[in-house]
């Protein structure tokens, strides 16, 4: 009697020491909420896209139609706000069929593929070390603890960048990723195995300027943390700014905020290379089209879909006037109006804020540069400005326009990714600075 009296005290004492536990367990998982600190808007197949100085594909990936074979991707990129915990978006969004990866891991970049010791942490799905995602789908890892990012204010975290290991099982056939990454990231040789754990580099001999499966990172935080999408085309996505450098507009407009408001903000890129408002009309595995879905068509996955989102800037429109779209500007001002509806609709209280359209008059590109373009780009513009359909306008035609010329600034035309003269139709790092520092912060985030 004695030793059960003695066994019931002791589970009581148990369950009362456990109580106070779990239910700071509990209180910390009502706190945690997710904002998005990372995106990389997914089309596909690869090859089909416009990446910028991309290395050789052919000995990371022989067989586009094979895609990844048994090997292991570390993909390199930028948080734009840190936190304790994160959790990662697995996109299948363009294969045709299933795709699995085991040995997922994430961990602090420490130079190339390699990882600062002891940082690296496996990565889970539904508490399986293994995720297989549909054709046509996408799936949410568990949270991961961070325990370098123990302290996500550390201001030496700022600028930091996470690697990403992936393990493709087998072959992955059609790959989905984003083409113009403007980051190095790496990759094992086909079929040496799940090397995710490794915190070294020499596994990792291929590099790629793109990301593959991976289209966004969310980072737990604790308190309210407004997401800031940057939607667009190619002059969103980084196109002449520099390989590595963070430069692109969205970037300098992410120092801006994050000077005033620390790790309480976050802006993340939402731009495809050669993207269009509305066009193409089809969009797939087996049709696809290097600019990517469509705005209208990938608003769901690439802005709705993401956490904490309370700003919208969206440029875009040059794409539909050139000769790979035309376009009407009629058209265009249609999907405009649908597509901020449908973000009033869906993310209650959103400001959306339109961007003029900068110049591609005289451009070296086929299908940029002609008169009819310039006049339908400056009617959206018109449009943007004074339709009202707008909660504010950020003016980049205004802070990149040669009045001379009717061009782009001639000290924003030479690109800033390998050396060369420029194509008069993406800034340059000097274009793109000029845009992020002419946003009124107060107009993206009032109040703040």
Same mark, same amino acid.
């Given at each position: ?154 201001? !030496? ?56 499966? !991976? ?17 667009? %085309?190619?002059?969103? %996505? ?150 009202? !359909? ?59």
């Amino acid at each position: 009697m004695r030793w059960r009296d003695a066994a019931v005290a002791a589970i009581c004492l148990g369950i009362l020491w456990a109580a106070p536990a779990r239910a700071q367990e509990v209180r910390a998982q009502e706190a945690r909420r997710w904002a998005t600190a990372w995106t990389g808007s997914v089309q596909g197949p690869y090859p089909v896209g416009n990446p910028s100085a991309q290395p050789d594909q052919s000995f990371a990936f022989p067989n586009p139609a094979e895609g990844a074979r048994d090997q292991t991707l570390r993909l390199v990129l930028r948080p734009d706000v840190w936190g304790r915990e994160a959790r990662l978006r697995i996109s299948n969004a363009f294969g045709t069929q299933p795709l699995t990866l085991d040995g997922v891991h994430a961990g602090l970049q420490l130079g190339g593929a390699a990882l600062v010791p002891g940082t690296n942490r496996p990565v889970r799905f539904s508490g399986q070390d293994k995720v297989t995602v549909p054709p046509g789908g996408e799936a949410w890892s568990d949270p991961v603890a961070l325990p370098f990012a123990a302290d996500p204010d550390n201001p !030496l975290l700022a600028g930091r960048k996470l690697a990403v290991s992936l393990h493709v099982v087998g072959p992955s056939g059609p790959m989905t990723w984003h083409a113009k990454a403007l980051q190095t990231s790496y990759a094992t040789a086909p079929g040496a195995g799940a090397r995710g754990s490794e915190e070294g580099e020499a596994a990792f001999p291929y590099s790629t300027a793109s990301w593959f499966f !991976l289209d966004a990172v969310d980072m737990a935080v604790s308190a309210p943390t407004p997401v800031v999408v940057a939607f667009g %085309d190619s002059i969103t %996505d980084g196109t002449a700014s520099t390989m590595n450098g963070d430069d692109r507009w969205p970037d300098v407009l992410s120092r801006r905020l994050h000077a005033t408001l620390g790790n309480r903000v976050a802006v993340v890129n939402a731009g495809i290379g050669g993207n269009q408002v509305v066009g193409p009309s089809e969009y797939g595995p087996r049709k696809p089209f290097p600019g990517g879905p469509s705005a209208l068509s990938r608003l769901d996955r690439d802005v709705i879909g993401l956490s904490g989102i309370a700003s919208v800037i969206w440029l875009e429109g040059v794409n539909d006037f050139s000769r790979n779209g035309e376009a009407s500007l009629e058209a265009v001002q249609a999907g405009m109006r649908e597509g901020v509806a449908r973000l009033r609709a869906r993310i209650p209280g959103v400001r959306v804020i339109g961007a003029t359209l900068t110049s591609a008059k005289g451009s070296s590109s086929p299908a940029h540069g002609h008169p009819e373009q310039d006049e339908k780009r400056r009617g959206l513009n018109a449009f943007i400005r004074d339709s009202g !359909l707008f909660d504010a306008v950020v003016d980049f035609d205004a802070a990149t326009l040669d009045p001379a010329t009717g061009g782009l600034r001639p000290e924003m035309v030479p690109e800033s990714t390998t050396g060369g003269k420029g194509d008069r139709l993406h800034p340059n790092r000097a274009g793109y600075v000029a845009m992020g520092s002419g946003i009124d912060p107060g107009v993206v985030l009032p109040g703040r």
